[in-house]
């Protein structure tokens, strides 16, 4: 029995987790899975209940399950509560309690979509890649400071940081299309030097996988000049940040972007976008990105790649269709609200 807990937050987060549960109802009839879920306080509805965002009950829901479902938090109603308080803190709290490492964020070009990006559809037409961005080290944690005017913030890294995600990314790489890009700016960074002296070391155990290495601006501009050379990509938690945003765009729309956070035993899954209050209550919010996140699950913590899939292709199908939420919506779109796409998709998920 795989346990979920499910948080489905602030704004539009219990409109889009509700969505992904009635294709996990679906997803469970058709391949017999046993997977349970329970639902808990985080972000700034807990705040209003317990004065927290993210209280004692709920972190004890989740060290009972076997992964967490997330929804969205924050609104501007707790925008001016002290940063301990407010429910972004929350998000960090998860994270580190986790000790979650590992953000993957899965980006696909569906050419349904292909009039919401900027870029001509050749370019993108078969883009599927997947970033992996390490989360607790680098820059963001390292000693920072100010002294009059000056500041500094130190990119530190040791060789298990670095050793458990690169390894994670040589496993997916080996599952995919055995192609690895590993970014750095090894030419100027002493911890990029490490970085890439141990991916060199760990790729002699993948002799399958092609690597490559590109410096971080090369990177950046490759992403948009040919994106289909990727695959699987790591790197770094501050170049990860920047490039899988950028690479975002690809997607069209912040409501077409799952992803998961691995780390220890307990993994945690959730879209890209925030809790849209501008949208929220209102049967607009594209719930894919956290349909998609559920996808990752079923992959990542069931082991269940197949209906992982058929969740994935079930989505592919709605678009493919041509019904679509607001956000994504064409001329030519059926457009449809949160609850129907949702029904939509749960229908089409098959063995
Ligand atoms: P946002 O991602 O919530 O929204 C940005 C824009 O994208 C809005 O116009 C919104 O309507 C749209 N959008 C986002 N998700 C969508 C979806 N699924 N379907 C259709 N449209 C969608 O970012 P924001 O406006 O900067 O932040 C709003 C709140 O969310 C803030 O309180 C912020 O702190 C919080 N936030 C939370 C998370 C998280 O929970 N992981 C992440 C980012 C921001």
Redesign the pocket.
Known sequence: MTKIAVLP?????PE?TEAALMVLDKAKEVFGLEIETQKGLF?GCAYETYGTPFPEETWQLVQESNAVL???????Q??NLPRNLR??SA?LGIRKKLGLYCNIRPVKFYSILADKVVWKPEILEGVDLVILRELTGGAYFGKKGREGDSAYDTMEYNREEIERIVRDAFEMAQGRKKVLHSIDKANVLETSGLWREIVIEMSKDYPEVRLEHLYVDNAAIQLVINPKQFDVIVTENLFGDILSDQAAAIAG???MLPSASLGGEINLY??????????AGQD???????ILSLAMLLRHTCKHEQAAQAVEKAVEQVLEEGYA???IAGANSKRVGTKEMAKLVSECVSG
Do not use: Y
């Not at 607009?284 to 956290?290: D, M, R, Y």
């Open positions: 937050g602030d704004g539009i987060g889009i972000g997330l929804g969205a938090v924050g609104g501007p707790w925008d429910p972004e998000l729309s912040l409501g959730e879209p890209a976008h925030g809790s849209a209050p501008d949208i607009k919010a594209n719930p894919l990105a956290t939420t607001g956000d």
